[in-house]
């Protein structure tokens, strides 16, 4: 049960995968970086809400490919300790490639294209997912279920 010192999010996550490199998303001023996406909310299917969570991001239209699987992940916030569960998306959003990052449609973010071998450098997030999308980029097309809970 969600009390204040705990917080539990459904989030949805898009995997762009352009020229060796994939599409990451960071708060200004942050040294690590995430996967596109966000909040599902009620009423949406997973699909839909990511799509939301592009355009709300981007600015531009993502077309879902495949669903990859999900990522259990938890963390010690400044506030409380967080659980997200993250559904992972295949999505293609189309005029966006690896040779410049795409600009964001919210000032807060910035978006940085990452080449798997710089995760840890890049500290992508959650690193339970690292090994997932490597593997998914070596041909690995096993439906994903990782969790970093003890």
């Not at 994939?22 to 009423?43: N, Q, R, S, T, W």
């Not at 506030?79 to 410049?100: L, R, S, T």
Request: charge should be negative; charged fraction near 30%; hydrophobic fraction near 35%.
């Amino acid at each position: 049960m969600e009390d204040s010192k705990t917080k539990f999010h459904v989030r949805v996550r898009a995997i762009v995968y352009d020229d060796g490199h994939i599409l990451a998303v960071k708060m200004k001023g942050a040294d690590y970086c995430f996967l596109p996406g966000g909040h599902h909310e009620m009423g949406e299917t997973l699909a839909d809400a990511l799509v939301r969570e592009i355009k709300e991001e981007m600015g531009r239209e993502g077309e879902i490919r495949q669903y990859l699987g999900l990522v259990e992940n938890g963390w010690q916030g400044d506030d409380a300790y967080h659980q997200e569960i993250n559904h992972i998306f295949e999505v293609a959003i189309p005029g966006v490639h690896a040779q410049e990052a795409p600009p964001s449609a919210e000032e807060k973010l910035e978006f940085l294209w990452v080449k798997p071998g710089d995760f840890e450098k890049k500290d992508f997030r959650p690193p339970v997912i690292r090994p997932l999308i490597i593997n998914w980029l070596k041909g690995d097309k096993k439906i994903w279920c990782e969790s970093n809970f003890e």
